[in-house]
T-cell receptor, first 111, second 112 residues
């Protein structure tokens, strides 16, 4: 069966510091991969999605970036974090038919 | 582009009663409508979905209905239990599109 792993689960970072969140999927090949952000008590905002290695689409202009160095690996990065980057970050994967499955999320607090 | 509206934003029901959450969509080409449940501090989990070639789908206490003409779909939870308390999200997408368009979410509170 397919599983998705996302880490770290929580992190507290100072303003201006870099960020790296990693996500890997097991048990499938060539998945569509997604990064979402969720502010406290709010809805789901799509940040990036990828349909293949090196193919990244950005949905929201921001100081974040995403990379897909391997088929089942998706990384969210920032060179300099802002206070407004705080939130709950969710990685997700899907194959076809539009169904997507989420990881457990990463809580980021920028201080 | 597609827009999905979800109502109500908060729903409080007595344990054992039914709960209904409604979503409307704007793009008549949308053909896939999932519902996700998100418990506090966790990622959303798919609980049920429906495609545009059917009007209703059931899974134990959960059902989803779709009205393509009116462009709305609803989540029905019967015999609600405390563990049903969570935030529920609806979404819509087209087969040709990799993206889900999300509703804003409904916080469901089950009162004991």
């Amino acid at each position: 069966s397919q599983t998705i792993h996302q880490w770290p689960a929580t992190l507290v970072q100072p303003v201006g510091s870099p960020l790296s969140l990693e996500c890997t999927v097991e048990g499938t090949s060539n998945p569509n991969l997604y990064w979402y952000r969720q502010a406290a008590g709010r809805g789901l905002q799509l940040l990036f999605y990828s349909v293949g290695i090196g193919q990244i689409s950005s949905e929201v202009p921001q100081n974040l970036s995403a990379s897909r160095p391997q088929d089942r690996q998706f990384i969210l990065s920032s060179k300099k974090l802002l206070l407004s980057d705080s939130g709950f970050y969710l990685c997700a994967w899907g194959i076809s038919g539009n169904t997507i499955y989420f990881g457990e999320g990463s809580w980021l607090t920028v201080v | 582009g597609e827009n999905v509206e979800q109502h109500p934003s908060t729903l409080s029901v007595q344990e054992g009663d039914s709960a209904v959450i409604k979503c409307t969509y704007s793009d008549s080409a949308s053909n896939y409508f999932p519902w996700y449940k998100q418990e506090l501090g966790k990622g959303p989990q798919l609980i049920i979905d429906i495609r545009s070639n059917v009007g209703e789908k059931k899974d134990q206490r959960i059902a989803v209905t779709l009205n393509k003409t009116a462009k709305h779909f609803s989540l029905h939870i019967t015999e609600t239990q405390p563990e049903d308390s969570a935030v529920y999200f609806c979404a819509a997408s087209k087969r040709s599109n990799y993206q889900l368009i999300w509703g804003a979410g409904t916080k469901l509170i089950i009162k004991p």
